[in-house]
């Protein structure tokens, strides 16, 4: 597609409830970033793939979190038995390259009650 | 449709300089304005405005909101090469971020 798909767009979860973000990425980018982003503050990294091998999942809270990219295009952040303080907008973005220019899609924004 | 339109989309001055990026928006549902500097890691936040009129100062970074113009404007004074970046503004609108497409700063020595 032309640009970072994200979906959903807003989610309510109630806590102890298991949620799935996806990600479609720009058709032939290479490298694909999750980032979490709490309110009113930047985002904070939390794993990278490159096509479908994940080489950096440092980021991630917990063993909550799950991200995956199974045929190198589009990508699943799971969160299993959300808490309140998962609440934020998970943003991803892909690039062509690692090093090159990132396109960021509009966000889940994920409330936890 | 909602949009975001960033200029000028790339601009080259010489330290020591004061730039304005500007950033203007038509969206439905406006929550919040922020400004990112996205160099080749993670996109650094710079700021977040949601009223008119009150400046945000970070060193020699600045910036405002008018709500009634739709606009915002980021300020660099006294350039260095370090602010060389993609500065980014994006808004928050009914719980989605809607991207400009960045002013691409060059700042030569």
């Not at chain 1, 190198?72 to 609440?87: A, C, F, N, P, Y």
């Not at chain 2, 977040?48 to 970070?58: A, F, N, P, Q």
């Not at chain 2, 980014?88 to 609108?93: E, R």
Request: aromatic share 10%; with cysteine.
């Amino acid at each position: 597609g032309a640009g970072v798909s994200q979906s959903p767009r807003y989610k309510v979860a109630k806590r102890g409830q298991d949620v799935a973000l996806r990600c479609d990425p720009i058709s032939g980018h290479v490298s694909l970033f999750w980032y979490q982003q709490a309110l009113g503050q930047g985002p904070e990294f939390l794993t990278y793939f490159q096509n479908e091998a994940q080489l950096d999942k440092s980021g991630l809270p917990s063993d909550r979190f799950f991200a995956e990219r199974p045929e190198g295009s589009v990508s699943t952040l799971k969160i299993q038995r959300t808490q309140q303080e998962d609440s934020a907008v998970y943003l991803c973005a892909s690039s062509l390259a690692q090093g090159t220019g990132y396109t960021f899609g509009s966000g889940t924004r994920l409330t936890v009650v | 449709e909602d949009k975001v339109v960033q200029s000028p989309l790339s601009l080259v001055v010489h330290e020591g300089d004061t730039v304005t990026l500007n950033c203007s928006y038509e969206v439905t549902n406006f929550r919040s304005l922020l400004w990112y500097k996205q160099e080749k890691k993670a996109p650094t936040f710079l700021f977040m405005l949601t009223s008119s009129g009150i400046e945000k100062k970070s060193g020699r970074l600045s910036s405002i909101l008018d709500k009634k113009e739709l606009f915002s404007i980021l300020n660099i004074t006294a350039t260095q090469t370090g602010d060389s970046a993609v500065y980014l503004c994006a808004v928050d609108s009914n719980y989605q971020l809607i991207w400009g497409a960045g002013t691409k700063l060059i700042i030569k020595p």
